[in-house]
């Protein structure tokens, strides 16, 4: 009688079904960590609940570019295929960047001319700010409720609700600083102002839901930089960090909503002009980050 063979699986089979059962546990645990948890701050959602949480209208603003979602850690920006035609939008952070991640995306701003957008209301984004010389406060901003420059709502039955003075409003310049601007300062952009990018004169409002303050504490941070104040509360908003009548105050235009940081002169490699020969070669770029001091601008 002939004996049977023995057969065992291979070390590549083994290694082959330890990693579709990783990958079957690890896609429950994320299912049953999520389950019942809302969706926010998403540019695929199209459902109309929660729609002013989304950033898909953000998203769809931006139909000429290539729009992609990045799970990775911000330590690998500085891979990326032309840094300087990349825009990297973080909104709304759920834990503080580490110290090199903040140097990473230091690096893609002032090296490789990368653009970012960083809007949070709390100092998660801060070691990120720290970089730049900004600093994030912890707490939200309120205005003097007769005074003061915030917006009201109303219910699903278009009643008016209690006013809430951290709802803040404010017209934001797009690439000048306000403290700049004399009279344009008063002429809105419309939208042919924006679409023909002629936004050096005028601004748009913004509205802020219970926004933090930024502010630029070192001008001087790094070298050969453009500081832009964009948008600001009012020279009453303070600081509510729950000392009633002795709640900070910043003073007039230093209660920052948005900051833009411009760093221009930039050496990289692209497409240059016909002009130039046509021909890959060097040239100039500028790397740009704007620290927003509210995530929900960009849904709202």
Not at 12 to 27: H, N, Q, Y
Not at 87 to 102: G, R, S, T
Not at 264 to 286: F, N, Y
Request: proline share 4%; net charge negative.
């Amino acid at each position: 009688m002939a004996e049977a063979e023995k057969s065992s699986l291979s070390l590549e089979a083994w290694l082959m079904i330890g990693l579709v059962f990783s990958v079957a546990l690890s896609t429950m645990v994320i299912a049953i960590v999520s389950a019942g948890k809302t969706t926010v701050f998403s540019p695929y959602e199209n459902g109309d609940e929660y729609e002013e949480l989304q950033l898909t209208l953000m998203r769809e603003s931006l139909d000429d570019f290539a729009v992609a979602n990045t799970m990775s850690t911000p330590m690998l920006v500085n891979d990326w295929q032309n840094p300087h035609r990349t825009l990297l939008v973080i909104a709304a952070p759920e834990k503080p960047f580490d110290a090199a991640e903040a140097a990473a995306i230091h690096d893609f701003v002032t090296e490789r001319a990368g653009k970012v957008i960083l809007a949070s209301n709390s100092t998660n984004a801060q070691l990120v700010a720290e970089e730049f010389g900004v600093k994030y406060f912890d707490d939200p901003v309120r205005d003097d409720i007769n005074t003061g420059r915030y917006y009201e709502v109303t219910n699903e039955n278009d009643e008016r609700i209690s006013p809430d003075t951290k709802k803040l409003w404010s017209v934001a310049s797009v690439t000048r600083d306000i403290s700049t601007m004399g009279d344009e300062k008063a002429t809105p952009c419309s939208e042919d102002d924006v679409l023909q990018e002629k936004v050096a004169n005028c601004r748009m409002p913004v509205l802020f839901h219970r926004p933090t303050a930024i502010q630029v504490l070192d001008e001087q941070a790094d070298e050969g930089r453009d500081v832009h104040v964009l948008a600001a509360a009012s020279t009453s908003a303070e600081i509510d960090a729950g000392r009633g009548d002795s709640n900070p105050t910043l003073g007039e235009g230093e209660t920052g909503l948005i900051i833009r940081i411009n760093y221009p002169g930039q050496t990289v490699l692209d497409q240059r002009s016909l002009d130039l020969g046509g021909d890959i070669g060097e040239i100039s770029a500028t790397g740009s980050i704007v620290f927003v001091s509210d995530h929900s601008v960009l849904a709202n």
